[in-house]
Structure formats: C-alpha cells, structure tokens
C-alpha cells in the first residue's frame, strides 16, 4: 500500500487526483490489476465525475451545500455535521481497473478528492494489486 498528502485550500473542495493515482499504478510496473482508493477521514470522500468542465464540480459542491446546509440544528457538537454527511453520501473508496499499466477510465472521468471541512492536510491510500 502507499498514500499519499493532499492540502486543500477551502472548507469545500473537488480536488482531481488522477494524475497522482496514474502516477503511482506507473510507478508500480503493474500492466494489468486493479486499483483500490481509500480515503481515511470522515468528512472527506472520493467520487469519479467529469473534470473537462470544471462547472460540473462546482455545480456538484453547490447543489450538496442546498441538500445539506452548513447549519440544521445538528447535534454533532463539534460544528461540522453537514461534512460527516456529505462524506458518507459520496464514500470513502473507488476501485478502478488498470489494462495496459492505465487507469481505465470514462473519456470524461476523473477522480475527485472531496474536501468537505477544509482546509486540511488529508490522505489518500492506494493499493494495487496485479492480476495473477
Ligand atoms: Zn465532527
């Protein structure tokens, strides 16, 4: 397994870390496996989406801040209620499949790091595993 830092700048935040992962399956030598993301926080997530519009993450950030505002008479005292919720409805794993020592990926995929009570220095694990 590696990991590997993220510093995120704002209290919500789509971060793509493709280029990261991509790096490390190159990294790896591996042509052909799988490739296993956890995110180890529990108000941050990951999510696969579009990136060749950068509206989309906004328009994604800005219709879960409408879903799940800031403030809503929580009882999680410690103020950051609404970013434990959003990071369970995105999750905290992704698996996708590596062909040819590539990430295999949709023409407009990405995967997103999702800051939701930043900013933060996060972490992200990565184990890749080798098709026998
Ligand atoms: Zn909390």
Redesign the pocket.
């Known amino acids: 397994m590696t990991s590997f830092t993220i510093r995120t700048a704002a209290r919500c935040e789509m971060i793509d870390i493709t280029g990261r992962i991509a790096e490390e399956v190159r990294k790896s030598g591996i042509k052909d496996g799988i490739c296993h993301l956890f995110i180890p926080h ?2 941050a997530a990951i999510t696969i989406n579009e990136n060749a519009d950068p509206d989309v993450p906004r328009d994604i950030l800005t219709a879960l801040d409408r879903l799940i505002p800031l403030s809503d008479h929580y009882r ?1 005292a ?4 609404a ?2 919720i959003k990071a369970s409805l995105f999750g905290t794993s992704q698996t996708v499949f590596i062909e040819d020592g590539r990430l295999v990926l949709g023409t407009w995929q990405s995967l997103f790091f999702c800051e939701f ?1 930043g900013p933060r220095t996060r972490k992200a694990l990565v184990r890749l595993t080798e098709d026998s």
């Open positions: 529990t108000t999680h410690e103020g950051n209620a970013a434990h009570d």
